[in-house]
């Protein structure tokens, strides 16, 4: 559970600092990964594409 503390009643700063700590720690992705069910075969074409772009973008990094 993400917890955030509010500092002289800085309600906006500490909002700023709560989503930042949310989309850090994965729990968005997460919850839209649980939404609904795939199907093996769905998730393992959509980690095989990750990869691949993944290892594009690495390759394209140490090029330059």
Partial sequence: MTHVDV???????ALKRFKIKVQR???LSEIKKRKEY?????V???AKKAA??????NNRKNRD
């Avoid at 795939?38 to 769905?42: A, L, Q």
């Avoid at 691949?52 to 973008?57: H, P, Q, S, V, Y």
């Fill in 25 to 27: 720690s994965g729990t």
């Fill in 38 to 42: 795939s199907k093996p075969g769905v």
């Fill in 44 to 46: 393992r074409r959509e």
């Fill in 7 to 13: 500092k002289n009643g800085n309600i906006e700063n």
């Fill in 52 to 57: 691949i772009k993944n290892a594009r973008r």
